[in-house]
């Protein structure tokens, strides 16, 4: 073998050797030239990327962190998630609950907190008597006063002793009423 048969150089990429044609050729080919000059990009990008991540401030819990992407500005999928239920559920839950809070029954008249926007009774029962027409008397028909909620929804009367009252006139009346059946028959007959 002589002198001229070895090649002038050899490839920064590959290692080939080959001859070279003009003075600052570096590769063998065009196709070690493009991967040198990618693998050159990706690690200046991932030298870049690196200094970007590295020590970052969680905006949720305030810890520091290395982030995996340059968009991450949560440690993990927690504070991810326990932000996003702060910026989205928690005021739109919050509007809604003091929109649904302190309703009045409309069978029974006691206050309570809706869990549907859709609910005016405060329990299936005072639904179904909202839907067959009965609904709730609110003062005692004896003395005038506020009827209690832990009474029956059906009550008239405010206590025991006004429902005696009331059972008392009621009968009463009706005592009266047979009473002048009784004698308008016996009037009637003679």
């Not at 702060?86 to 309703?103: E, F, I, S, T, W």
Request: hydrophobic share 25%; aromatic share 6%.
């Amino acid at each position: 073998m002589r002198l001229e048969d070895f090649p002038d150089e050899t490839c920064a990429w590959c290692g080939a050797g080959y001859e070279s044609r003009h003075p600052n050729q570096k590769y063998c080919c065009y196709e070690c030239r493009r991967q040198s000059v990618a693998a050159f990009m990706k690690a200046v990008w991932h030298d870049q990327h690196r200094r970007d991540c590295q020590g970052r401030t969680c905006k949720q819990c305030g810890k520091t962190f290395d982030a995996g992407t340059r968009q991450q500005v949560y440690c993990g999928q927690r504070c991810a998630g326990d932000a996003w239920i702060d910026k989205h559920l928690v005021p739109n839950r919050r509007k809604r609950m003091a929109a649904r809070a302190g309703r009045v029954c409309q069978s029974c008249g006691a206050t309570f907190d809706a869990r549907r926007d859709s609910q005016v009774c405060c329990s299936k029962r005072c639904s179904e008597r909202l839907r067959l027409g009965r609904t709730r008397t609110l003062n005692c028909v004896e003395c005038g006063a506020a009827i209690p909620t832990s009474r029956r929804v059906d009550a008239t009367t405010c206590s025991i002793r006004c429902q005696k009252r009331n059972w008392n006139a009621k009968n009463r009346e009706k005592e009266r009423q047979r009473a002048r059946r009784r004698y308008a028959a016996r009037r009637d007959g003679r």
